[in-house]
C-alpha cells in the first residue's frame, strides 16, 4: 500500500533563511506527489504536483521540489523563507488506478524574525 | 466562485447525539471526500465519492456514513457520537484524470467538531 514519511514533525527557521521539508514515499509505480500548506485555522492550499517530466517542480509563494525516484522522496525547498511561510506543510501521494490521495502527518514550520 | 463550502463550521455535541455535515462544491467536480485531521496525525480518509450515487471507505470509515445524491453535494453523518470523534473535518473535490486517479484536491475552511 502508499505510504508518505514526513519525519519533521517540527522545523524552526529564521527569516531569510533556506528551508528544505523532506517526504518520502512508498509507491512500486511512478507516483503523483503534491505539497500543501496549512495556515491556521484554514483549509489546505496547493503548493504544487509533480505527475510526471521534469523532476524538479515550480510552485506558488516562491516554492520548489525535486523528485528523485531513487530516493522515494519529493522534498520541498525554499531558498529565503518570509515570516508568511509559517505554517503546516503535508506531502501527499497518490497513484495510478486510485482515486484518492494519502497525506503525511504534516511539518510545522515556525518562522523566526 | 464559492468552490468548497462545509457547514456548519463549529459544532459542540453530546455523546450519544446524531449530527450531519453538509459539504457543497460549485465547481462541477465528479470526486469528493472526507477527512479529519487530528493532531500528530495529518489527514486521514473516512469516506469519499467516485461520482453521484456511489460512495466508497476511506482508512477511517467506522463510525461515519456518507450520502452523494447530488453531484455537488457530500454530506457525512454521525448517527452516534463518541468523544473519539472530536476533530476537525474537511472536504475536498477534484476531477479524475486518465486512468482513474485523482488531480489535484480542493479543500473547505474545515468544521470543527467537539463531542463532550
Known amino acids: 500500500a502508499q505510504s508518505v514519511t514526513q519525519p519533521d514533525i517540527h522545523i524552526t527557521v529564521s527569516e531569510g533563511a533556506s528551508l528544505e521539508l523532506r517526504c518520502n514515499y512508498s509507491y512500486g509505480a511512478t507516483p503523483y506527489l503534491f505539497w500543501y500548506v496549512q495556515s491556521p485555522g484554514q483549509g489546505l492550499q496547493l503548493l504544487l504536483k509533480?505527475?510526471?517530466?521534469?523532476?524538479l517542480v515550480q510552485g506558488i509563494k516562491g516554492f520548489e521540489a525535486e523528485f528523485k525516484r531513487s530516493q522515494s522522496s519529493f522534498n520541498l525547498r525554499k531558498p529565503s523563507v518570509h515570516w508568511s511561510d509559517a505554517a503546516e506543510y503535508f506531502c501527499?501521494?497518490?497513484?495510478?488506478?486510485?482515486?484518492?490521495?494519502?497525506f503525511g502527518t504534516g511539518t510545522r514550520l515556525q518562522v523566526f524574525p | 466562485n464559492a468552490g468548497v463550502t462545509q457547514t456548519p463550521k463549529f459544532r459542540v455535541l453530546k455523546t450519544g447525539q446524531s449530527m450531519t455535515l453538509l459539504c457543497a462544491q460549485d465547481?462541477?467536480?465528479?470526486?469528493m471526500y472526507w477527512y479529519r485531521q487530528d493532531p500528530g496525525m495529518g489527514l486521514r480518509l473516512i469516506h469519499y465519492s467516485v461520482g453521484e450515487g456511489t460512495t466508497a471507505k476511506g482508512e477511517v470509515p467506522d463510525g461515519y456514513n456518507v450520502s452523494r445524491l447530488k453531484k455537488q453535494n457530500f454530506l457525512l453523518g454521525l448517527e452516534s457520537a463518541a468523544p473519539s470523534q472530536t476533530s476537525v473535518y474537511f472536504c475536498?473535490?477534484?476531477?479524475?484524470?486518465?486512468?482513474?486517479?485523482?488531480?489535484?484536491?480542493?479543500f473547505g475552511e474545515g468544521s470543527r467538531l467537539t463531542v463532550l
Open positions: 501527499a501521494v497518490g497513484a495510478g488506478g486510485t482515486d484518492k490521495l494519502i
Open positions: 509533480y505527475f510526471s517530466g521534469d523532476t
Open positions: 475536498a473535490s477534484s476531477v479524475p484524470l486518465q486512468g482513474r486517479r485523482t488531480g489535484e484536491l480542493f
Open positions: 465547481m462541477n467536480h465528479e470526486y
